[in-house]
Nanobody, 122 residues
């Protein structure tokens, strides 16, 4: 089992920045990849970014490419999502996920955090 706890969400103005963190505990050695997804009210959960176990491979949704950066610190069992140039359409609950490999699909991830809310508004 792997437990994931997100933090760092909040209210930010358009154009601002936030950094989300996801701390993993439990059988973290079994985790091959970490990902971030988001879900806005009334919409499905969508892929944001993912990173491999080593951190060498990363993928991003087109909507966040160039603005968001995913990274990880394996010594701290923590993955980060640096979000810059935030837009109102980035408003959503953001979820950390751990799984078997990098994927855009929620089905590839076995463990999920509870989510942290990001609101972009003036």
């Amino acid at each position: 089992q792997v437990q994931l706890v997100e933090s760092g969400g909040g209210l930010v103005q358009p154009g601002g920045s936030l950094r989300l963190s996801c701390a993993a505990s439990g059988s973290v050695v079994s985790v091959a990849a970490m990902g971030w997804f988001r879900q806005a009210p009334g919409k499905g959960r969508e892929f944001v970014a993912a990173i491999s176990r080593t951190g060498y491979n990363t993928v991003y949704a087109d909507s966040v490419k160039g603005r968001f950066t995913i990274s990880r610190d394996n010594a701290k069992n923590t993955v980060y999502l640096q979000m810059n140039s935030l837009k109102p359409e980035d408003t959503a609950a953001y979820y950390c996920a751990a799984g078997r490999g990098i994927s855009y699909s929620t089905n590839a991830y076995d463990y999920w955090g509870q989510g942290t809310q990001v609101t972009v508004s003036s």
